[in-house]
């Protein structure tokens, strides 16, 4: 039985980590196999959007304890600057990804959901930042990004007392963009997927790009930055299309070109 699962659907590739009895927590063979999918991903023209879950009660409980006991300073940086970098692929595929989060989100598996483009919980889904119980810190794009999503205060709540928050709270704060019942998420999950790719996807792409790269940059960087992606998708003929089917009064037929 493979540790991660994939299938590919109407344009969707669905992953599902598959370690129900270590509650899918991230082995580096794991990562490494979600390395390989994010990079396929990126350049598959088959592949129009990723999905990830997990089976059974966990989303993903985070990093590999076992692995994590074994660092000193020297493998503990490149323990933490590997996981960054599987997380940064699924963070700049140039297409949308959705974390649909069945249950614990914790460590390492917080961090994994962050590096989504959207999120989506389980009602039931439970989320936390616990690694300085263990006398650690994220190492996987934790403080940052959570920082981003739910502001500095939050971040420094979550990391410092390592406690946990429910799917609730996780919405109200910004962490994941809706809540819905577990036997509803897949398909709930999909049809958000499903209303982005019935989008233009350059004109997807280029809000990916300017909102990652634009946020650390000052306001007038920022503004050139979409400045020149809105130039870009000028030129498109889904730009074309797009405005001539509103003209139309018609569905525009996107084609990413």
Same mark, same amino acid.
């Given at each position: 039985?493979?540790?991660?699962?994939?299938?590919?659907?109407?344009?969707?590739?669905?992953?599902?980590?598959?370690?129900?009895?270590?509650?899918?927590?991230?082995?580096?063979?794991?990562?490494?196999?979600?390395?390989?999918?994010?990079?396929?991903?990126?350049?598959?023209?088959?592949?129009?959007?990723?999905?990830?879950?997990?089976?059974?009660?966990?989303?993903? @409980?985070? /990093?590999?304890?076992? +692995?994590? =006991?074994?660092?000193?300073?020297?493998? $503990?940086?490149?323990?933490? &600057?590997? %996981?960054?970098?599987?997380?940064?692929?699924?963070?700049?595929?140039?297409?949308?990804?959705?974390?649909?989060?069945?249950?614990?989100?914790?460590?390492?598996?917080?961090?994994? @959901?962050? /590096?989504?483009?959207? +999120?989506? =919980?389980?009602?039931?889904?439970?989320? $936390?930042?616990?690694?300085? &119980?263990? %006398?650690?810190?994220?190492?996987?794009?934790?403080?940052?990004?959570?920082?981003?999503?739910?502001?500095?205060?939050?971040?420094?709540?979550?990391?410092?007392?390592?406690?946990?928050?429910? /799917?609730?709270?996780?919405?109200?704060?910004?962490?994941?963009?809706?809540?819905?019942?577990?036997?509803?998420?897949?398909?709930?999950?999909?049809?958000?997927?499903?209303?982005?790719?019935?989008?233009?996807?350059?004109?997807?792409?280029?809000?990916?790009?300017?909102?990652?790269?634009?946020?650390?940059?000052?306001?007038?960087?920022?503004?050139?930055?979409?400045?020149?992606?809105?130039?870009?998708?000028?030129?498109?003929?889904?730009?074309?299309?797009?405005?001539?089917?509103?003209?139309?009064?018609?569905?525009?037929?996107?084609?990413?070109?």
């Amino acid at each position: 039985m493979a540790d991660v699962e994939q299938y590919l659907d109407a344009g969707i590739l669905n992953i599902t980590l598959n370690r129900p009895e270590k509650l899918n927590a991230l082995s580096t063979d794991i990562l490494a196999i979600l390395e390989t999918i994010f990079l396929d991903a990126k350049i598959n023209p088959k592949i129009r959007a990723v999905l990830i879950t997990g089976k059974g009660k966990a989303f993903c @409980a985070g /990093a590999d304890i076992q +692995r994590l =006991a074994e660092c000193d300073t020297q493998t $503990g940086y490149v323990f933490s &600057k590997y %996981g960054q970098r599987v997380f940064r692929a699924l963070e700049t595929l140039g297409k949308p990804s959705l974390a649909a989060i069945n249950g614990y989100a914790f460590g390492g598996g917080c961090e994994l @959901a962050m /590096a989504a483009t959207l +999120r989506v =919980a389980a009602t039931g889904a439970t989320f $936390g930042q616990p690694e300085v &119980k263990l %006398g650690v810190i994220p190492g996987y794009g934790g403080t940052q990004r959570l920082a981003r999503l739910v502001g500095k205060g939050r971040a420094l709540d979550l990391c410092l007392t390592g406690r946990t928050i429910d /799917a609730k709270q996780a919405e109200a704060w910004g962490l994941v963009n809706d809540v819905v019942e577990l036997e509803n998420l897949i398909l709930c999950s999909q049809a958000l997927l499903k209303r982005i790719l019935a989008v233009a996807p350059q004109a997807a792409a280029s809000v990916m790009d300017v909102i990652d790269a634009g946020y650390d940059l000052s306001l007038a960087e920022a503004f050139e930055l979409e400045a020149l992606h809105f130039a870009k998708t000028c030129a498109t003929q889904d730009k074309i299309e797009g405005v001539t089917a509103f003209l139309e009064k018609r569905p525009a037929l996107f084609r990413g070109k």
